[in-house]
T-cell receptor
Framework: NAGVTQTPKFRILKIGQSMTLQCTQDMNHNYMYWYRQDPGMGLKLIYYSVGAGITDKGEVPNGYNVSRSTTEDFPLRLELAAPSQTSVYFC??????????????FGPGTRLLVL | GDSVTQMEGPVTLSEEAFLTINCTYTATGYPSLFWYVQYPGEGLQLLLKATKADDKGSNKGFEATYRKETTSFHLEKGSVQVSDSAVYFCALSDQGYSTLTFGKGTMLLVSP
């Protein structure tokens, strides 16, 4: 049981390039989330999904896109990378029950540097 | 909207000292409250949680009590170890799809 896995671990992008951050979970969780963590700041929610085919914006969605075609995968797409997107990105998942008690399980993160 | 405020770090302690990390929150509903811990180079992992007023969450010697009257969820440990050095995040989750609102995190450094 690998939990939540993310690839790549680290990436350097040039301004204007695009990339996809991969996230996969093997716990059969329906809910998945993308957060970014800037230095000295807490995590901010980018997008989340409550099931295959269903996604919604979080607090800081601008500059990102997501899709959810399977229960296991929740990729995050950056179309035109900007220096402001330099951050550490965390994917998380939780059990599918609406409510506020569920624990989120986090991946190890992807460190992105945009130059 | 919802928000979480934590004490600024770093908090520097000697081994076996008592730890308190303050956390207060603002929420419109009745949130659940969490403490997550992030060890160097790793993702976040749940440390403890409490889902209603006066609940006490505990794990690995850490404790926190959900205080609705003071909107607080302070983290405590009676005797810290070097291995407790990490960043601690207080968070809340509203009644929706379990999305989390995080505080900025508090770095704890424990020296031998």
């Amino acid at each position: 049981n690998a939990g939540v896995t993310q690839t790549p671990k680290f990436r350097i992008l040039k301004i204007g390039q695009s990339m996809t951050l991969q996230c996969t979970q093997d716990m059969n969780h329906n809910y998945m989330y993308w957060y970014r963590q800037d230095p000295g700041m807490g995590l901010k929610l980018i997008y989340y999904s409550v099931g295959a085919g269903i996604t919604d914006k979080g607090e800081v969605p601008n500059g990102y896109n997501v899709s959810r075609s399977t229960t296991e995968d929740f990729p995050l797409r950056l179309e035109l990378a900007a220096p402001s997107q330099t951050s550490v990105y965390f994917c998380a998942s939780s059990y599918s029950r609406q409510g506020s008690q569920e624990t989120q399980y986090f991946g190890p993160g992807t460190r992105l540097l945009v130059l | 909207g919802d928000s979480v405020t934590q004490m600024e770090g770093p908090v520097t302690l000697s081994e076996e000292a008592f730890l308190t990390i303050n956390c207060t929150y603002t929420a419109t509903g009745y949130p659940s409250l969490f403490w997550y811990v992030q060890y160097p180079g790793e993702g976040l992992q749940l440390l403890l949680k409490a889902t209603k007023a006066d609940d006490k969450g505990s794990n690995k010697g850490f404790e926190a009590t959900y205080r609705k009257e003071t909107t607080s969820f302070h983290l405590e440990k009676g005797s810290v170890q070097v291995s407790d050095s990490a960043v601690y995040f207080c968070a809340l989750s509203d009644q929706g799809y379990s999305t989390l609102t995080f505080g900025k995190g508090t770095m704890l450094l424990v020296s031998p």
